[in-house]
Nanobody, 127 residues
């Protein structure tokens, strides 16, 4: 089974930066589009960013465009999320997730298209 382990979260002040990491095992990592999602208390899980199998195509939620950067290293079976200029609204548990449809021809932003998330990593941004 595919396993995903997120790390890198923490407590920071508004304007600071964090780099989240996701280590994958099982399956063939390079075959899957990968995404980052987040869930704040009392809210539904929402799309943050996604990246294609080779890393050549990325997609971002409007709320994080220009601030967050998703990347991947297929040699390390890892995907990353560089978060700059953090805002209090970014506070949430962040999850790394896999799009299991290996033949999908586009990078999906739909929460329902992803699965195999890990335990998540908490990001808390204070004012």
């Amino acid at each position: 089974q595919v396993q995903l382990v997120e790390s890198g979260g923490g407590l920071v002040q508004a304007g600071a930066s964090l780099r989240l990491s996701c280590a994958a095992s099982g399956g063939t990592f390079r075959s899957y589009n990968m995404g980052w999602f987040r869930q704040a208390p009392g809210k539904e899980r929402e799309f943050v960013a996604a990246i294609s199998r080779s890393g050549g195509t990325t997609h971002y939620a409007d709320s994080v465009k220009g601030r967050f950067t998703i990347s991947r290293d297929n040699g390390k079976n890892s995907v990353y999320l560089q978060m700059n200029s953090l805002k209090t609204e970014d506070t949430a548990v962040y999850y790394c997730e896999r799009d299991p449809l290996v033949y999908r021809a586009y990078v999906s932003a739909a929460v329902g298209d992803y699965d195999y998330w890990g335990q998540g990593t908490q990001v808390t941004v204070s004012s």
